[in-house]
């Protein structure tokens, strides 16, 4: 497939702001995360808080430290530019709704507004390849104690997700099975014979220089340490 | 500056669609490959007189 | 999509065996299945895999279904080039200690084809230390116990015989599958069920095993073309109670008779068929040991499913995983 050249540079965007949530994951210092204010962070810079999500804002979610005021203007900028459309994919939808969520959980005192929660009627049915594909693209809902509907949708079918880990391995889409192994960290009742912490360290050899394999490991790392889902 | 405005407004109209893009990918091609087998090595080396025999010694270098 | 049924399923069956029925002569026994530099591989191995595929399908149908009466005929063919088991007598003269004749009278034997004199020879070598001692991976370990079982003359009870040290018995971690852990894998159920009669030879914890991971493999394996393993998979699918009918294998018997060529061959790898089929297929020895293997696999595969009680497998083409009820493990098919 050719890429565009917004595409290629906006790719290269998210990968270094993957990079610097993974350095603050492992350091626990999340200061310079984001761009230390509005002004700074360019179109691509915004852009690409946009894709990353919520997981922009993960290394304070997971370590439970003070937002920035300045990351989270840049955050918040990056929630406000890019709305999704009436038609947008769910997973669009959803990742838009999961930074909200997180904007407004930083910052609860904030002016913010939290959108509706979308439906999660798409995933009703779906093949357990389809299903775990969908929730890797939402791994950053993939947090302690959290009760949304695609939580729960992913609750209801621990070893559909755990086969799509299985898969995902299989077909050496290393971000996918990241992604799913993050959920699998807080999903109840995973087989034991999935060896789901070997998988992980094996995903990791395999496909850990991508950031955003690293990242979704890491953030799969800290989960594993605080605990599954309520 | 002209030209530069031109690529900035290309950035800005591309941009929506490559962020939806990269929020709703399509799942990616597999890779399959299995691993190969090695015989023994002492197969290969004994020309399939397996274990019959220990390798020729070799003359150390150096 | 649309659902794969029962009738669907038996077609698979149908076009496969008559294939392998067109190709029947390319099964018999030639002047290298006797001869001491002759490759097995191109003459026991595919006439046993004949009578094995046969003896179930036979097994699994009616005497008055078209399936039944095919299999049964080409089953007294594949005994018919044994001299009626003559020549596993004269093999066990060639080569007292070689486990592949006996593997292969193990088909005929649990198909009721048996030569008594046969059996009474090799279990006399069969009660040497060295038989049993002998240096085998563990899944061929199980398919000589088996053998052994089949023709009459092992001594210990198959239930204690686990299959300890083979792949699947370890319940490894299932990311880790890849071909030749699937064929160990498929081969110790075969072994363990005897080629699927007896679905309750599989130990529970195996059965869970494969029901939570077999769906992975099986997807991967339809989606690398790699068809030959997929029926195996698909056999194995059908012989895990709960499996049966479960929308997790979705769509994989619909890619399986995709991928079945108009004469009812199944490549064994979509990616080497083309070389063969486009060479002038029946002229090319390559093609036949290509397509054998796989073409029986759709047959076996297909019996299976349509004879287990539930009904075929993934007839939904999407569902969610784990609803339904669950079955208790018994209702191995008559």
Same mark, same amino acid.
């Given at each position: 497939?050719?890429?565009?050249?917004?595409?290629?540079?906006?790719?290269?965007?998210?990968?270094?702001?993957?990079?610097?949530?993974?350095?603050?994951?492992?350091?626990?210092?999340?200061?310079?995360?984001?761009?230390?204010?509005?002004?700074?962070?360019?179109?691509?810079?915004?852009?690409?808080?946009?894709?990353?999500?919520?997981?922009?804002?993960?290394?304070?979610?997971?370590?439970?430290?003070?937002?920035?005021?300045?990351?989270?203007?840049?955050?918040?900028?990056?929630?406000?530019?890019?709305?999704?459309?009436?038609?947008?994919?769910?997973?669009?939808?959803?990742?838009?709704?999961?930074?909200?969520?997180?904007?407004?959980?930083?910052?609860?005192?904030?002016?913010?507004?939290?959108?509706?929660?979308?439906?999660?009627?798409?995933?009703?049915?779906?093949?357990?390849?389809?299903?775990?594909?969908?929730?890797?693209?939402?791994?950053?809902?993939?947090?302690?104690?959290?009760?949304?509907?695609?939580?729960?949708?992913?609750?209801?079918?621990?070893?559909?997700?755990?086969?799509?880990?299985?898969?995902?391995?299989?077909?050496?889409?290393?971000?996918?099975?990241?992604?799913?192994?993050?959920?699998?960290?807080?999903?109840?009742?995973?087989?034991?014979?999935?060896?789901?912490?070997?998988?992980?360290?094996?995903?990791?050899?395999?496909?850990?220089?991508?950031?955003?394999?690293?990242?979704?490991?890491?953030?799969?790392?800290?989960?594993?340490?605080?605990?599954?889902?309520? | 500056?002209?030209?530069?405005?031109?690529?900035?407004?290309?950035?800005?109209?591309?941009?929506?669609?490559?962020?939806?893009?990269?929020?709703?990918?399509?799942?990616?091609?597999?890779?399959?490959?299995?691993?190969?087998?090695?015989?023994?090595?002492?197969?290969?080396?004994?020309?399939?007189?397996?274990?019959?025999?220990?390798?020729?010694?070799?003359?150390?270098?150096? | 999509?649309?659902?794969?049924?029962?009738?669907?399923?038996?077609?698979?069956?149908?076009?496969?065996?008559?294939?392998?029925?067109?190709?029947?002569?390319?099964?018999?026994?030639?002047?290298?299945?006797?001869?001491?530099?002759?490759?097995?591989?191109?003459?026991?191995?595919?006439?046993?895999?004949?009578?094995?595929?046969?003896?179930?399908?036979?097994?699994?149908?009616?005497?008055?279904?078209?399936?039944?009466?095919?299999?049964?005929?080409?089953?007294?063919?594949?005994?018919?080039?044994?001299?009626?088991?003559?020549?596993?007598?004269?093999?066990?003269?060639?080569?007292?200690?070689? %486990?592949?004749? +006996?593997? *292969?009278?193990? $088909?005929?034997?649990?198909? =009721?084809? @048996?030569?008594?004199?046969? &059996? #009474?020879?090799?279990?006399?070598?069969?009660?040497?230390?060295?038989?049993?001692?002998?240096?085998?991976?563990? %899944?061929?370990? +199980?398919? *000589?116990?088996? $053998?052994?079982?089949?023709? =009459?003359? @092992?001594?210990?009870?198959? &239930? #204690?015989?686990?299959?300890?040290?083979?792949?699947?018995?370890?319940?490894?971690?299932?990311?880790?599958?890849?071909?030749?852990?699937?064929?160990?894998?498929?081969?110790?159920?075969?072994?363990?069920?005897?080629?699927?009669?007896?679905?309750?030879?599989?130990?529970?914890?195996?059965?869970?095993?494969?029901?939570?991971?077999?769906?992975?493999?099986?997807?991967?394996?339809?989606?690398?073309?790699?068809?030959?393993?997929?029926?195996?998979?698909?056999?194995?699918?059908?012989?895990?109670?709960?499996?049966?009918?479960?929308?997790?294998?979705?769509?994989?018997?619909?890619?399986?008779?995709?991928?079945?060529?108009?004469?009812?061959?199944?490549?064994?790898?979509?990616?080497?068929?083309?070389?063969?089929?486009?060479?002038?297929?029946?002229?090319?020895?390559?093609?036949?040991?290509?397509?054998?293997?796989?073409?029986?696999?759709?047959?076996?595969?297909?019996?299976?499913?349509?004879?287990?009680?539930?009904?075929?497998?993934?007839?939904?083409?999407?569902?969610?995983?784990?609803?339904?009820?669950?079955?208790?493990?018994?209702?191995?098919?008559?």
């Amino acid at each position: 497939m050719e890429q565009s050249g917004t595409s290629t540079l906006l790719q290269g965007a998210v990968q270094d702001l993957a990079s610097s949530v993974v350095s603050a994951l492992r350091s626990g210092d999340h200061t310079h995360v984001l761009p230390a204010g509005t002004e700074e962070a360019g179109d691509v810079t915004l852009a690409a808080v946009r894709v990353l999500g919520a997981d922009a804002l993960l290394p304070g979610t997971l370590l439970r430290t003070p937002p920035d005021p300045a990351g989270l203007a840049v955050f918040r900028k990056a929630v406000e530019a890019y709305p999704p459309r009436a038609d947008a994919a769910p997973t669009v939808r959803w990742s838009h709704w999961a930074m909200a969520r997180a904007l407004h959980r930083a910052d609860p005192s904030g002016t913010f507004e939290r959108p509706d929660e979308p439906g999660t009627g798409w995933l009703d049915g779906a093949s357990w390849q389809f299903l775990t594909h969908q929730l890797a693209v939402l791994a950053p809902l993939a947090l302690p104690g959290e009760d949304d509907g695609v939580t729960r949708a992913a609750g209801r079918r621990t070893v559909d997700v755990a086969r799509g880990f299985v898969r995902a391995v299989r077909r050496r889409d290393w971000r996918q099975a990241a992604g799913a192994g993050r959920w699998l960290t807080l999903l109840p009742g995973v087989p034991e014979t999935l060896g789901l912490r070997a998988g992980l360290e094996f995903v990791e050899l395999m496909g850990g220089q991508d950031p955003q394999v690293a990242l979704q490991l890491e953030a799969a790392r800290l989960l594993a340490r605080t605990g599954a889902l309520v | 500056m002209q030209t530069e405005d031109k690529v900035l407004d290309k950035l800005a109209g591309v941009r929506s669609a490559d962020i939806e893009a990269a929020l709703d990918p399509a799942e990616a091609d597999g890779v399959f490959r299995d691993s190969r087998e090695c015989a023994g090595l002492a197969l290969f080396a004994g020309g399939g007189k397996l274990l019959l025999s220990p390798p020729t010694p070799r003359p150390k270098k150096g | 999509m649309t659902a794969t049924g029962t009738r669907e399923i038996r077609e698979v069956a149908e076009h496969a065996l008559a294939w392998t029925d067109a190709h029947l002569a390319a099964f018999a026994l030639g002047e290298d299945a006797l001869s001491a530099d002759g490759e097995v591989d191109h003459s026991w191995k595919p006439l046993g895999e004949l009578a094995q595929v046969c003896a179930t399908v036979s097994h699994h149908t009616a005497p008055q279904d078209p399936l039944h009466t095919r299999a049964a005929a080409m089953l007294d063919f594949a005994w018919g080039q044994t001299g009626e088991g003559e020549l596993f007598r004269h093999m066990q003269r060639l080569e007292p200690f070689a %486990t592949y004749p +006996l593997e *292969v009278y193990g $088909a005929f034997a649990s198909a =009721g084809y @048996r030569h008594r004199a046969y &059996e #009474e020879a090799a279990a006399v070598v069969a009660r040497t230390r060295s038989w049993w001692l002998t240096e085998q991976e563990p %899944t061929r370990r +199980l398919a *000589v116990l088996s $053998a052994e079982e089949r023709s =009459g003359i @092992r001594r210990a009870p198959v &239930e #204690e015989l686990l299959p300890a040290g083979t792949w699947l018995a370890g319940r490894p971690e299932p990311w880790t599958f890849e071909r030749d852990a699937g064929y160990a894998a498929t081969h110790v159920v075969f072994h363990l069920t005897d080629w699927g009669r007896d679905p309750a030879g599989l130990p529970p914890a195996l059965a869970d095993y494969l029901h939570d991971w077999l769906p992975a493999w099986l997807d991967t394996c339809l989606e690398a073309g790699m068809w030959d393993l997929s029926c195996e998979l698909l056999s194995v699918a059908a012989t895990v109670p709960r499996l049966t009918g479960d929308p997790a294998l979705g769509g994989a018997w619909e890619r399986i008779r995709a991928a079945q060529r108009p004469t009812g061959a199944l490549p064994e790898l979509e990616h080497h068929s083309g070389d063969t089929e486009a060479a002038g297929a029946d002229d090319d020895p390559h093609y036949f040991m290509n397509h054998y293997h796989s073409t029986l696999m759709a047959a076996f595969a297909a019996v299976l499913t349509t004879a287990r009680p539930g009904g075929p497998a993934g007839e939904g083409t999407e569902g969610t995983g784990r609803k339904g009820p669950r079955h208790s493990g018994q209702g191995a098919p008559a």
